[in-house]
């Protein structure tokens, strides 16, 4: 026995440790990912919202471990001990009915199933709480010897765990059930437990505005998952966009599938360094979703906050604040702390101290976030904040206009140039947007408008597009000032063309690189 009970608490161990070392190296953005989900605000008025939803325990306790995935290794350490917490109490419990090879059997069953579960980036902490106070609440109701007392103590069980552990209570339920039949062959409490069991969740859920099926899982969101690495890289590239760490986003949008998020983090990668136009055509452009993530009705969290950093970085406060809103209220629990940041800062830029003081307030009580707060508060903030300040100020438009729609990137972006025309990211990304649109007739008039000196390969290669297409005289190509090898390779282009009748395979290879080959060969889907 003893001897079993080691070999089972070895496999926990030996598992925690996987699970930490899998969190930690494949998953650490999944983990501080969750953390920039959740605003946990030390306040009284917080704990009171708890106390409106079911799962009370379930929730406050997963929410304030949450806020320590902030911390690099702590996170992955916190779910490790809960995996092994987790198959260590399914183990003893199940002792009390099966073997101890049966028991350790579906302890790492559980283990691996929960663990698998957490994968999934809308699955909460509070949801593998859930499951480990449900499991504890039964060892101490099993410890009821008498047969009333039991039966009583199990049925309050039922309705005191349902509102403090959520659909913890199923677990506690269906464990007691299992103790009813088979240890205390007592059937009439058994048929109570299961109907106890199946009708509190919907009475609950008239109480609490939820679905039916939602009262029966809350405050879990799944019962499956399974790691996506993708999406992973997605929140790695999101995370590295807010803290600016340009070259780790290249990196990381380099090493894997196409998308057109990945996408838009590596356009505002190579913005925010400078070279927009010079990698534009190395990397997969869906057309103009490779530089604005679009609001509108299918938009999610994620995509909000991309097109919010977007128009962050370009100085579109309005628009920036628009989507930085709209991610508050897609997140879950519509508490996103990095979004609580962005307000604050976006706030402080347009000299609106009232509104930035109410996000800073709330961020100077949370853990995590106390020091950052301090840091700005209007009349505290360090030379280092002021000079940021004063640079993302000159970008401000000096007046505003009517748009259409939130998707009128055009018109947002020549109200940006009027205002300061030294915004050379805010014109690069009009003029690529008309590329990557096949639009060369407003690439044409915005380039007279807002481009002076000599064309960069890519603005070059659009305007002898545009000149074959007029038939200009080599003197018109000349004034331009282009380097004359991209008007040499142009030939060169065209004789191909011509000679192998279209065909893009006899030109990928020397020319998929250039704005020539996406013009004429990108479909539009």
């Known amino acids: 026995m003893k001897n079993t009970n080691r070999y089972t608490l070895g496999i926990m161990l030996a598992g925690g440790i996987l699970c930490f070392a899998f969190f930690f190296r494949f998953y650490p953005y999944h983990l501080l990912h969750r ?4 605003l946990f605000i030390y306040s009284a008025e917080q704990i009171a919202d708890y106390l409106k939803q079911p799962a009370v325990l379930s929730c406050l306790g997963g929410d304030f471990l949450t806020q320590f995935f902030h911390y690099n290794g702590i996170g992955t350490a916190i779910v490790a001990i809960l995996m092994i917490l987790l198959g260590i109490l399914t183990y003893i419990t199940c002792r009390k009915w099966t073997r101890d090879w049966i028991a350790a059997t579906i302890a790492t069953l559980v283990f691996v199933w929960e663990s698998l579960r957490f994968c999934d980036i ?10 480990l106070g449900g499991i504890s609440l039964f060892l101490l ?12 103590g199990s ?28 240890r205390r062959r007592n059937y009439a409490n058994a048929c109570l437990i299961v109907i106890s069991a199946i009708s509190l969740p919907p009475i609950a859920a008239n109480h609490y505005l939820m679905m039916p099926a939602q009262a029966y899982a809350y405050p879990a969101t799944n ?3 399974m790691p996506d690495f993708k999406n992973e890289r997605i929140l790695g590239l999101n995370t590295e966009d807010y803290f600016g760490n340009w070259k780790k986003v290249n990196e990381l949008a380099h090493d894997g599938a196409q998308g057109s998020s990945i996408s838009v983090c590596n356009n505002l990668a190579n913005a925010m360094q400078g070279k927009l136009t010079e990698r534009l055509m190395n990397y997969y452009q869906p057309a103009a979703l490779g530089l604005f993530m679009p609001i509108n009705e299918e938009s999610t969290y994620l995509s909000t906050q991309l097109a919010a950093e977007v128009w962050f970085q370009l100085g579109d406060m309005t628009m920036a604040e628009h989507a930085a809103i709209l991610s508050m ?21 347009n000299g609106d101290e009232t509104a930035a003081r109410k996000y800073l307030y709330l961020l100077s009580k949370t853990l995590a976030y106390r020091q950052w707060a301090k840091e700005r508060t209007p009349g505290h903030e360090s030379n280092e904040i002021k000079e940021w300040l004063k640079q993302k100020r000159s970008f401000l438009p000096q007046k505003d206009t009517v748009r259409l729609s939130s998707t009128d990137i055009v018109k947002s972006l020549h109200l940006l140039l ?17 590329l990557l649109m096949k639009d060369l007739p407003s690439f044409i008039k915005d380039y007279h408008q807002y481009y002076h000196g000599t064309p960069n390969r890519l603005y070059a290669e659009a305007l002898l597009i545009n000149f074959y297409q007029k ?36 030109l990928e290879n020397k020319f998929r690189n250039t704005y020539w080959f996406y013009y004429q060969y990108t479909q539009f889907q």
């Open 35 to 38: 953390e920039q989900m959740l």
């Open 122 to 131: 809308n699955y909460p902490l509070s949801g593998t709480v859930s499951l």
């Open 141 to 152: 109701a099993d410890k009821l010897k008498g047969k009333w007392s039991f039966t009583i």
């Open 155 to 182: 049925l309050c069980g039922i309705m005191l765990s349902y509102w403090l552990l959520g659909y913890g209570m199923l677990v506690f339920a269906l464990l007691t059930l299992l103790s009813a039949l088979t």
């Open 223 to 225: 019962w499956w998952g």
């Open 329 to 349: 209220i897609f997140s879950p629990r519509n508490k996103s702390a990095r979004m609580v940041q962005r307000l604050a800062e976006i706030n402080l830029i």
């Open 418 to 434: 009027d205002t300061n025309p030294a915004n050379l990211m805010a014109r690069d990304y009009l003029l690529c947007f008309h």
């Open 471 to 506: 038939h200009a005289t080599g003197n018109e190509i000349k004034e331009t000032g282009m380097n004359p090898a991209i008007i040499q390779e142009f030939n060169e282009y065209n004789y191909l063309y011509k000679q192998y009748e279209g065909n893009p395979s006899a």
